[in-house]
């Protein structure tokens, strides 16, 4: 997979050289001539987030992010975007990793065909209804490979439907390669079939190659409803897992399930009041093993590239300690800001 995806950046970039080309197309009666713009159209995106807690305050958090890359249209099937994305890693060290390199082939109106590392449309979906994904993303992100590799063939009817076929090694955008030899595929569906009404549904099954590996379903189900001045939105998680088989013992499937709800109140144009509440259940055959997040506040909009928000963020689990007891909840203060230019 590592070796494809370089192979298919360097084709990319090797045509990248050629200026803007003309594309015929021939009628019965003329012959219409049509500018493709190949130019290279530059994008990028700042999210900034200071966050207050009781062990630390500062611009020291994972959501400090810095994108910035082009996408470009190389002829009139093809097309190809590369995206950095700068910000700290799991070592808590400052890095950049290629967000999105691929490359892709329109074949009709409708059907296409992507192949590199692209954005799981389920994932943009959910965020793009949640709308604050500067400050936090979508809660239900553990669910599903937020930006896989490999190839996805997409069928858009427009609102009415979006289908999509993904074939991927799960291992993510900053794993460059395939981290073992399991192989995800999976289906989403996106539609508004009606003005305001949007579902989404996401199934995946990863496929057991490694050794060690274990089966794993999961599904999303998502029902929204937008207004004018308001969204409200709920999601429904769930993955199975059959364990390894310990000797001696019958192997076990574990369950986890997930409820978010999202809601977002716009009483004016550059104001927003938005919340979101998770309840996620690890393992539904387990006592007291659940995890619960909310967000709120207040978010103001300059304008379309520039956001600000101020919210507030809480987690906490009704698991108990060796006491008996149950954690006091963790709290974070985010003051945020998008810029997009």
């Not at 937020?146 to 799960?170: C, E, H, R, W």
């Amino acid at each position: 997979m590592k070796t494809l995806i370089v192979l298919l950046l360097l084709f990319t970039t090797a045509i990248f050289a050629q200026n803007k080309t003309e594309m015929m197309e021939t009628t019965e009666n003329e012959t219409v001539s049509k500018n493709l713009n190949t130019d290279f159209r530059f994008h990028s995106q700042i999210f900034f987030n200071y966050s207050y807690t009781k062990e630390e305050q500062g611009f020291n958090l994972h959501n400090n992010r810095f994108y910035f890359g082009f996408k470009k249209n190389i002829n009139k099937i093809f097309s190809a975007r590369f995206t950095l994305d700068v910000g700290k890693n799991a070592m808590e060290r400052y890095g950049a990793f290629m967000k999105y390199g691929y490359l892709k082939a329109q074949f009709t109106k409708e059907l296409s065909l992507t192949m590199g590392i692209f954005l799981n449309p389920i994932h943009g979906f959910s965020n793009k209804f949640w709308g604050h994904r500067y400050i936090t993303s979508a809660y239900g992100g553990s669910y599903w490979n937020a930006v896989p590799q490999g190839v996805i063939l997409d069928y858009n009817m427009g609102k009415l439907l979006k289908a999509s076929l993904l074939f991927t090694n799960g291992s993510g955008y900053k794993f460059v390669g395939d981290n073992d030899k399991d192989k995800d595929i999976a289906i989403v569906l996106i539609s508004n079939p009606i003005e305001g009404l949007d579902i989404a549904l996401h199934v995946k099954y990863i496929i057991p190659i490694h050794d060690d590996s274990e089966a794993t379903t999961q599904g999303t189900a998502f029902l929204g409803y937008s207004m004018k001045f308001f969204k409200l939105g709920y999601q429904f998680l769930f993955k199975s897992t059959k364990a390894n088989k310990v000797i001696g013992e019958d192997s076990k499937t574990i369950t986890s399930m997930g409820h978010v709800i999202y809601a977002r109140i716009m009483p004016l144009k550059e104001y927003e009041v938005f919340g979101s509440f998770l309840m996620n259940d690890p393992d539904t055959d387990a006592d007291k093993d659940k995890d619960f997040k909310a967000i709120g506040g207040l978010e103001y909009k300059y304008s379309k590239g520039l956001k600000f928000a101020g919210s507030y963020e809480t987690k906490w689990s009704d698991k108990e300690n060796a006491e008996g007891k149950t954690e006091d909840p963790e709290f974070t203060i985010w003051l945020s800001s998008y810029v997009n230019f």
